[in-house]
């Protein structure tokens, strides 16, 4: 594979990334582009690129997997792109997460139902499904997670978010009680709750306040 060009780091003058003539490329440190005696325009060998990954690459990836998962829970697709974004090899990248996953440091079932049994009070179960599956977990797996922890009652939900966050529904003022009661709908759309039920939640709980 042909490289491309070398071009430095933004973000580190220490660093730069070599970019291969397919479209790919990694991020090293200067100092190891000199010892690889990597170069544009120069033919990066299959020898070299083995000892890359070996002495470079893979150790770093791991360390920097479980530096990510020292800081909060990630699901497998997220570390997978923060690693990518961080200019690691596909195969290190792969091997990261084999080595994490060893430990069970990442475990996308154990993930999901965390994030819903946290999370179920304040947002719908459409919500919550959306959210992971933004963090890349299937929809066989969200699905299993939802109906084995999430055991809530979306009008219920809704009206403790409404105590909670004390919207004044109570206004003797019509057009300031209209316009709470907009901002309320709003706040409920935000969190995936369906509108038939957040209008006559809404309603109801700014009934009852009023008497």
């Known amino acids: 594979m042909m490289i491309r060009e070398i071009l430095p780091c933004r973000n580190s003058k220490q660093r730069s990334r070599v970019c291969l003539e397919d479209g790919s490329g990694f991020i090293l440190y200067n100092k190891e582009i000199y010892r690889y005696e990597l170069a544009e325009g120069k033919e990066l060998g299959e020898d070299v690129y083995e000892r890359i990954l070996k002495e470079a690459m893979i150790p770093r990836a791991r360390k920097r997997a479980m530096h990510l998962l020292e800081e909060q829970d990630r699901t497998r697709s997220e570390l997978f792109d923060r690693l990518k974004t961080a200019g690691y090899l596909p195969e290190a990248i792969e091997d990261a997460l084999s080595y994490v996953e060893s430990f069970h440091y990442i475990d996308d079932e154990r993930y999901a139902r965390n994030y819903i049994r946290y999370h179920q009070d304040s947002k719908s179960r459409r919500r ?14 969200i699905r299993q997670a939802m109906e084995e922890e999430n055991q809530t009652d979306p009008r219920e939900q809704i009206r403790n978010l409404l105590s909670k966050k004390h919207f004044d529904l109570s206004s003797p003022d019509d057009q300031t009680r209209r316009k709470e009661e907009a901002r309320a709908c709003r706040f409920l759309a935000s969190r995936g709750f369906e509108m038939s039920d957040i209008i006559d939640q809404v309603r109801d709980f700014s009934e009852h306040n009023l008497n």
């Open 128 to 141: 919550l499904s959306q959210d992971l599956k933004k963090k890349g977990l299937s929809d066989d797996l």
